[in-house]
């Protein structure tokens, strides 16, 4: 009993030493832990503080003493924000205005969403004819080309049809007839950069005008693609001797709304540069019909109605599709910045929620229900058209952050969708020539932003920690020096990848 009674006590004077060791080096880890977690934030502030310096070092410039810069930037690993300046301040988003609209067409469309135009006949077929008329029903797919024009034909001629008894006719009803959107500029015409608006559109409603040299005293050699019909050509130019050569002008009859394409001016005749402009055209489903009409004829299908805009007729019989699916034209939309495309997604979201004809501003709902959703509210904003073509849109950095924010966040299955469809810099769309020779170079993934006197940048850049960082920048209100405000943006950028 004695020997046990030495034993018990022997243990528990072991136990009690080994109790006060583990106390002390739980009291040492957490010591030690809390400083090292003390650390690493003094590590982390003194990093952002670093990084502000750097930025305030940039915005000090003398160029920004008439010009105003909006800067917003938050860390989406750590959930920091490191940078704010005039964030509120209401501006002109110009093209920045495409990521509201694409995120909402993903959230709104879905992923899957496929823009589809479909082609319809009446009466019947029979051996090698089409008893009847054929319908091409828009359906507000802004990627149409010539090419899919030349799909449609190759199925239409695998049915075996050589004539089409009846018209042609394009069903446009699933829009309204507004043309433009809401405060686009009357000058900007025939820049293909305000295209006019259908649910059936070809080639961004617009054509390519090339001019060439010819002999001294000829006109210069003009060629237009797609060859077609639609266009009339008015060639005032000519080719003189080298020195007497004047600036070429291309153009279209736009103050008579005429698809008419205008050329006028001299060229010197040992230039060997091409001219070339591309112009946007007036009523692009007709523009879609004469198309049509003369791949017909090429591929050796008859018919003598002539073609027009026609609603569907009740009982016609489903034909084929020609599809093309959202991520192309989110793609399309915000790493070429493509108004067209944007404007077009507004006018799907107005029609899937409420119906023929769509009205753009029933699309602009959804983009305002982002705007709730993201935790603002959108009477604070003003949204005007889904491109950002229009000065009368106002938004912040501050807002334009949060969406990035919001679908980082909030909708992961959709992140890396929106984030692929955002140009990448050095590598493509309006940022494939800038940032080449830098670290920003195939990093930052950003949608630019410009109107006249307007300069914007925001995305997202994976700094050097690893870390993802979300940013917008907006220059404002400056003359003739979009290259200077994208320089501040660029070094801006190549502050953020660098950070850590």
């Known amino acids: 009993m004695k020997n046990v009674e030495g034993y018990n006590f022997s243990f528990k004077k072991y136990l009690k030493s080994s109790f006060i060791k583990v106390i002390l080096f739980s009291i040492f880890f957490l010591f030690n832990n809390n400083i090292f977690s003390q650390s690493e934030t003094r590590n982390q502030k003194s990093a952002s503080s670093n990084l502000s310096l750097e930025i305030e070092t940039i915005v000090n410039d003398p160029f920004f003493d008439k010009t105003i810069i909006a800067i917003d930037i938050f860390d989406l690993t750590d959930s920091t924000s490191l940078y704010q300046k005039n964030n509120q301040l209401l501006l002109r988003p110009a093209s920045n205005m495409k990521l509201l609209t694409s995120a909402s067409a993903l959230l709104n469309l879905g992923e899957h969403y496929t823009f589809k135009t479909d082609l319809y006949h009446t009466g019947v077929i029979e051996d090698t004819i089409m008893y009847g008329d054929l319908f091409i029903v828009g359906g507000f797919d802004p990627m149409l080309m010539t090419t899919d024009i030349d799909s449609m034909i190759s199925i239409i001629k695998s049915l075996g049809i050589k004539k089409i008894s009846g018209g042609v006719y394009a069903d446009i009803s699933k829009k309204d007839s507004i043309y433009w959107g809401r405060g686009w500029m009357w000058d900007d015409n025939p820049d293909p950069g305000a295209p006019?608006?259908?649910?059936?559109?070809?080639?961004?409603n617009a054509i390519e005008v090339f001019a060439n040299t010819a002999e001294i005293d000829s006109p210069l050699i003009i060629k237009i693609n797609p060859e077609t019909k639609f266009v009339k050509v008015a060639n005032n130019s000519i080719t003189v001797d080298s020195d007497e050569s004047e600036e070429i002008l291309i153009t279209r009859d736009w103050l008579n709304n005429k698809n008419i394409i205008l050329i006028s001016g001299s060229a010197g005749k040992d230039q060997s540069h091409e001219y070339s402009s591309k112009i946007n055209l007036m009523y692009p489903e007709r523009y879609f019909l004469e198309l049509f009409k003369e791949k017909?004829?090429?591929?050796?299908?008859?018919?003598?109605?002539?073609?027009?805009?026609?609603?569907?007729?009740?009982?016609?019989?489903?034909?084929?599709?020609?599809?093309?699916?959202i991520d192309t034209v989110l793609s399309f939309v915000n790493k070429d910045s493509d108004n067209l495309s944007a404007e077009m997604l507004i006018y799907a979201m107005a029609y899937k929620d409420s119906g023929a004809p769509a009205v753009a501003d029933d699309g602009l709902a959804a983009v305002k229900r982002l705007i709730d959703s993201v935790g603002f509210n959108s009477n604070d904003y003003s949204i005007a058209d889904g491109s950002g073509v229009s000065h009368y849109n106002l938004l912040n950095a501050e807002l334009i952050l949060a969406t990035l924010k919001y679908m980082y966040y909030d909708h992961k299955s959709l992140f890396n969708l929106f984030y692929n469809s955002l140009a990448v810099a050095g590598v493509d769309g309006t940022l494939k020539n800038r940032m080449k020779?830098?670290?920003a170079l195939n990093n930052v993934h950003a949608k630019t932003g410009t109107l006249n006197g307007v300069s914007n940048l925001s995305g997202y850049v994976t700094a050097k920690n690893g870390h993802l960082l979300a940013f917008s920048i907006l220059i404002q209100n400056y003359v003739d020096q979009s290259s200077r405000a994208r320089n501040f943006q660029n070094k801006i950028c190549e502050l953020l990848v660098e950070f850590e």
């Open 296 to 325: 017909l004829a090429q591929s050796g299908i008859t018919f003598y109605k002539p073609v027009d805009v026609k609603n569907l007729e009740k009982n016609s019989v489903y034909l084929t599709s020609i599809y093309h699916s």
């Open 196 to 204: 006019y608006l259908s649910s059936l559109n070809v080639n961004g």
């Open 437 to 439: 020779n830098t670290s």
